[in-house]
């Protein structure tokens, strides 16, 4: 019996050393996560481009954002890359660095500046990076009035290397009002060769309770001049908090919630005070019917 106990043993201490050296194999030989970096760049109204990369890890069901990386961002020159600066993605795997248009940054042939972004990963995740090229531009938003009409004008400019700005040429701008979760579009201007387009401006959209409105002109994408964006202010819009004489003053927007949702929160509170109702009545039914059953058995 002891030889039998002693085999058993040394069987069980065999086969556990077994796993444990397939684990550490195996978590060895586990490679780090893949993960993506998005990479681009924004010219801004205030003379500034706008270093955005956002970095994720791919899983079989999707990807998640990467929190707290640290993203080197570098200018691509012929001498080599010059290291611009660091920042550690936000909550939303977002990291986004501001550097001004006009810099000393080497440019290419076609007169772009060229930008990466790098992630350098750790064990645990993959190192990815990503490259922008674009051509400094800005975009001017004006308004004016004109026998009773209102407009906007969009005036548009490119950066040279020496400085000097001209005419961003014929491209088309995207004039639109920021929203809760959208951007609200209300013109398509083609700018003419000298850089300037102008549209009528609606006189429907909401503002803030003043009428101020923000109104921003961009150019998505182009293969020059990247995403450029411009913006500026202006109190065209309608009262927030006014209220028309033939519209109802039971509004989402208004102090007085609409009928329709007053009721539907009332039935919904009486549905769920009536189930706490009903199950008080029947615990007190339970506990009395409990205390005349001993009584009954007793008798018989």
Same mark, same amino acid.
């Given at each position: 019996?002891?030889r039998?106990k ?6 069980i ?9 397939? #684990? ?6 586990t ?11 924004v010219?801004?109204?205030?003379d ?16 998640t954002?990467?929190v707290?990386?640290?993203?080197i961002?570098?200018?691509v020159?012929?001498?080599?890359d010059?290291?611009?600066g ?12 501001k550097?001004?248009a ?6 290419? *042939? ?10 350098d990963?750790n064990n645990k ?11 400094p531009?800005?975009l ?6 004109e ?5 906007v004008?969009v005036?548009?400019t490119q950066?040279?290397? *020496? ?5 961003i040429?014929?491209? *088309? ?8 979760f ?5 013109a ?6 000298t850089?300037?387009?102008? #549209? ?5 959209i909401?503002?803030?309770?003043t ?11 182009? *293969? ?9 202010d ?5 009262h927030?908090h ?7 003053s039971?509004?989402l ?11 539907t ?10 189930h ?6 029947q615990?007190?039914?339970?506990s ?13």
């Open positions: 019996m002891k039998i002693t085999g058993i043993i040394l069987v201490l065999f086969l556990a050393g077994m796993m444990q050296g397939f #684990a550490q194999n195996n978590a060895d030989t490679s780090p996560a893949v993960t993506v970096l998005r990479f681009a760049c010219s801004t109204s205030d500034s481009i706008q270093l955005k990369s956002v970095v994720s890890v791919k899983h079989d069901d999707g990807s954002n990467l707290n990386a640290p993203v961002f570098y200018s020159e012929k001498d080599g010059l290291k611009i660091e920042v550690k993605t936000d909550v939303h795997g977002t990291a986004v660095l550097i001004p006009r810099n000393t940054y080497l440019r290419n *042939d076609q007169q772009m500046l060229s930008f990466k972004a790098m992630y990963g995740y993959e190192a990815s990076e990503g490259e922008f090229s674009l051509k531009a800005k001017v938003v004006s308004f004016y009035e026998d009773s009409i209102r407009y004008k005036e548009g950066l040279n290397s *020496d400085g000097t700005e001209v005419s040429g014929a491209v *088309d701008v995207i004039v639109s009002v920021p929203k809760m959208s951007m609200l579009k209300i398509e201007i083609s700018l003419d060769s850089g300037v387009g102008t #549209a009528e401006f609606p006189r429907d909401i503002g803030d309770s009428g101020n409105l923000t109104v921003v002109a961009s150019i998505e994408e182009n *293969d020059i001049f990247g995403t450029v964006q411009g913006s500026s202006k109190n065209w819009g309608l927030k006014l209220i028309s004489p033939d519209r109802p039971r509004e927007w208004t102090p007085i919630a609409p009928l329709w949702m007053i009721i929160l009332i039935v919904m509170l009486l549905g769920v005070w009536g706490y109702v009903y199950a008080v009545v615990l007190v039914m339970i009395k019917s409990s205390k005349t059953l001993p009584a009954e058995n007793s008798k018989k």
